[in-house]
């Protein structure tokens, strides 16, 4: 499961590096959303990455652990664990329903 957070002007999410996985060179990503109940009823977010940070990381899924799971730290965390932020510069945004 994906977390996403609403920027003014941008998409970011966070993420949990892949062993041995690079980021890829190519910055274009497609972030897909859809409502577990209706299938129909989605969003797509198209969009080219700008960042990729580590910084504020921890925090950030902590605040979304006490957000969604009303727990002060996230309890799926795990020793040297390292998580990353993804910011997304959307260019084209579809959805239905």
Not at 52 to 68: L, N, R, S
């Amino acid at each position: 499961m994906v977390r996403v957070r609403r920027h003014p002007r941008r998409v970011q999410y966070r993420a949990r590096p892949r062993e041995g996985h690079e980021p890829r060179p190519n910055p274009k990503i497609t972030l897909a959303a859809s409502d577990p109940d209706n299938p129909y009823r989605y969003v797509q977010v198209k969009g080219r990455i700008v960042e990729v940070t580590e910084q504020g990381a921890d925090p950030h899924i902590d605040k979304m652990a006490k957000k969604y799971l009303d727990k002060d730290k996230y309890p799926g965390r795990k020793p040297g664990e390292q998580r990353m932020i993804v910011k997304v510069l959307p260019e084209r945004v579809q959805g239905m329903g």
